[in-house]
Every structure is written in structure tokens, then in C-alpha cells.
């Protein structure tokens, strides 16, 4: 089965920098239509996020669960279904006590992508991934997925070169529903 793999901060939510709290949290421009898109094409929904916040002490993990619940169901109550939600709390640096750990989850590495696949039975060659950030499309790279969108609407990106033919540079999350 094909998966649609999202980022979590700048691509479902406005990225303010290490989003912790629903007063803090705000959807962005067309995240449910894509969603909705990809579930009417029978594609899972999966969130892989870097969340470095708990691993800096910014955010407790109960507060991220908490936040990703009240996400989730609000992207139901709006008829977008995500399926599944993977994290990295880990930081190689700036990580607290057990966080502080550079291993194979923490995007640009593949680990969370490699989680979903197994414990969903996901397709790679037929799936997708959209961030916002050139770790995301490392990752999805690394792991194999073929369909890759880079939202740059709010920054300028200086796009590596192994990039083309792998990546497609998208200014709006709308532009990516014709493509899935």
C-alpha cells in the first residue's frame, strides 16, 4: 500500500519553531484537502517529525502526544484521516540526559520512514513524501521514495544538486493533489 508521508511543523502546521501547544498550533493553507486527496486515493497518511523540543526539555513528551491527539482529531473533524504518526525526540547536540543521541530516526536519516514500512506494510516505490525542509527530502530520498515535493513557499532553499530528478519544488501543498 502507497503511503503519503508528511513532515509535521511547516507542512501541516505553521512552522513558529519547536511547536509544543495547541495555542501555539495552526494548520496551514490546504494540509486537509492533500489529506483528504490522498486518503480518497487509498493512500496511508503518515507523519515523520524531528521532535527535538522534548529532547531540549522545550516541551514534555505527555504534552506532544497531548497536542498530536488533538492534531490528528482535528484533521478527522475536518475529513482527513492520518493514519499513523512517527517522531524522533532525539537531538545529536543540543538533546537533554537520553536525548541527547545521534541515531537513526532523527531526520535527514531514514529510521522513522523505515518504522512505517514495517509496521504498516508500505510500498516506498509508490509513495510520497512532502516537507518543507531539505532533511525531509534526504530522508525520503535515503529510503527510496520516488515522489518528493519540497514546499519552499517561505524561505529560500539552496537545493542540492542530487536533488533534481527527485525532488519537485512546490509553492502551495495544492499543488502536489494533481500530482498524487
Not at 45 to 60: D, F
Not at 84 to 102: I, M
Not at 116 to 135: F, P, Q, T
Amino acid at each position: 500500500m502507497p503511503a503519503l508521508f508528511l513532515d509535521r511543523d511547516g507542512i501541516i502546521n505553521i512552522d513558529y519553531g519547536h511547536v509544543g501547544t495547541r495555542d501555539r498550533f495552526r494548520f496551514t493553507d490546504n494540509i486537509f484537502s492533500l489529506v483528504i486527496a490522498a486518503n480518497a486515493l487509498g493512500y496511508l497518511v503518515v507523519v515523520v517529525t524531528n521532535q527535538a523540543g522534548i529532547g531540549r526539555g522545550l516541551y514534555t513528551l505527555d504534552e506532544f502526544k497531548k497536542l498530536s491527539d488533538w492534531m490528528c482529531q482535528k484533521c478527522e473533524d475536518n475529513g482527513a484521516k492520518i493514519d499513523a504518526l512517527y517522531f524522533s525526540p532525539f537531538h545529536p547536540t543540543l538533546g537533554q540526559g537520553s536525548y541527547l543521541l545521534d541515531e537513526g530516526t532523527r531526520k535527514p536519516k531514514p529510521g522513522m520512514i523505515f518504522e512505517a514500512v514495517l509496521d504498516l506494510n508500505i510500498n516506498l516505490e509508490k509513495s510520497v513524501m512532502v516537507g518543507d525542509k531539505i532533511s525531509d527530502m534526504q530522508a525520503a530520498i535515503t529510503a527510496g521514495i520516488p515522489n518528493n515535493f519540497l514546499l519552499a513557499s517561505r524561505r529560500n532553499l539552496d537545493v542540492p544538486t542530487y536533488f533534481e530528478g527527485k525532488v519537485k519544488i512546490v509553492s502551495s501543498l495544492f499543488e502536489i493533489i494533481p500530482e498524487l
